[in-house]
């Protein structure tokens, strides 16, 4: 019923820049929370950053300072942008969101599949 389809990952130089976007498509009613989390090989996935349905946002301490998320209500679309990335920010990085579907009332947390971010030193 819902989809989320990550996009913007890549290989990268340690210092460059990347921006992630997660659309959502499918039966949406309304679109709560939305988030990234990353995984690193051989590591639990960890959160990112959060962003609320009305703007209030939350970041891994680590990240705070280089990583912005952002999103965009009219194309139900979450951003990542990231800046002067390191080679530990190397993983797959994911979209998560927290959605009523159709007219229910319901909330559902749905994945994306992931997109990969590579930082070469």
């Known amino acids: 019923q819902v989809q989320l389809v990550e996009s913007g990952g890549g290989l990268v130089q340690a210092g460059g820049s990347l921006r992630l976007s997660c659309a959502a498509s499918g039966r949406i009613f309304s679109i709560n929370a939305l988030g990234w989390y990353r995984q690193a090989p051989g590591k639990q996935r960890e959160l990112v950053a959060t962003?609320?349905?009305?703007?209030?946002?939350n970041y891994a301490d680590s990240l705070k300072g280089r990583f912005t998320i952002s999103r965009d209500n009219a194309r139900n679309t979450v951003y990542l942008q990231m800046n002067n990335l390191k080679p530990e920010d190397t993983a797959v990085y994911y979209c998560?969101?927290?959605?009523?579907?159709?007219?229910?009332?319901?909330?559902?947390?749905?994945w994306g599949r992931g997109t990969q971010v590579t930082v070469s030193s």
């Open positions: 962003i609320s349905s009305g703007g209030r946002t």
């Open positions: 998560n969101a927290n959605i009523i579907v159709g007219f229910g009332t319901t909330q559902t947390t749905y």
